[in-house]
């Protein structure tokens, strides 16, 4: 993918005496993706801007967004990121990768695949960064492979009874019963479903080959996706579900 979300910072002029202005462009920077749909930008934006610092660039709209902060090292990112989880609740959902300044826009298209990943198979509300998806990421990433697996999964996904059956087993961690449980389901329900899906793919939810060969398939799905509904460089962040041409809010927090 090449699609940024965010425009990289830019140096700033130098205040009197040489000192760096608050625009200086500090070495190395945090990448932070976050989706809280029950939570209001502005309440995103106070608490992303308390606890990165007030040389943050956040965008936001409906609940979700991406922030850039300058951090000195990968383990205070994480540790920020942790403490944002931890003032917003349950109910969110939070990616972080970390970059020296010249690699930020990898930075920022990693975030992004790692919450369309862990959103494509309902994973917990959590902090993720890219080790916890790799696998799904990595086969993504191959263009002629993605394609082939998102063909694969498609016939499930135009099925919403389906697709919610096997992202249920997935969330449920293959556990039949327990995905059965939460659908509000009959076991011989989802059983009949679990068979319709390994006839319309080839691969049955209930192996552990089949069921990781799926969830690679529904990552990929993902990935496509985004990649088709991201905006080039430049362009105001716009997503689906959140009406006609809804632009993103955009927070500038004051030096």
């Not at 009197?16 to 934006?45: F, H, K, M, N, T």
């Not at 709209?61 to 902060?69: I, K, R, V």
């Not at 509300?125 to 263009?143: F, H, I, K, R, T």
Request: a positive charge; proline letters at 7%.
């Amino acid at each position: 993918m090449t699609t940024q979300t965010l425009q990289q910072p830019t140096p700033g002029p130098a205040r009197a005496g040489g000192r760096p202005g608050p625009e200086a462009v500090a070495p190395a920077w945090a990448a932070v993706g976050i989706r809280a749909s029950e939570c209001a930008d502005s309440a995103l934006a106070a608490v992303l801007g308390g606890r990165f610092g007030s040389a943050s660039r956040l965008r936001l709209s409906g609940g979700g967004g991406q922030l850039l902060a300058p951090v000195p090292n990968r383990q205070q990112a994480l540790r920020l990121a942790h403490q944002v989880r931890e003032d917003l609740g349950d109910g969110v959902w939070i990616s972080v990768a970390w970059r020296p300044y010249a690699e930020l826009g990898s930075g920022v298209r990693e975030i992004a695949n790692v919450l369309a990943v862990v959103g494509a198979l309902r994973r917990g509300p959590g902090v993720y960064q890219l080790a916890d998806v790799a696998v799904e990421c990595a086969v993504a990433s191959n263009p002629t492979v993605s394609r082939c697996l998102a063909a694969l999964i498609e016939p499930v996904v135009t099925r919403p009874e389906l697709l919610e059956t096997l992202k249920a087993l997935i969330a449920a961690d293959g556990n039949r019963a327990r995905a059965a449980s939460e659908l509000i389901i009959h076991r011989s329900t989802i059983d009949y479903r679990l068979q319709r899906i390994e006839q319309l793919t080839g691969h049955s939810p209930t192996t552990i080959c089949g069921m990781r060969t799926l969830c690679t398939a529904l990552a990929a799905r993902a990935l496509l996706r985004l990649q088709e509904t991201s905006p080039r460089q430049g362009q105001p962040v716009r997503h689906a579900g959140d009406g006609p041409e809804r632009e993103a809010v955009v927070f500038l927090f004051p030096g």
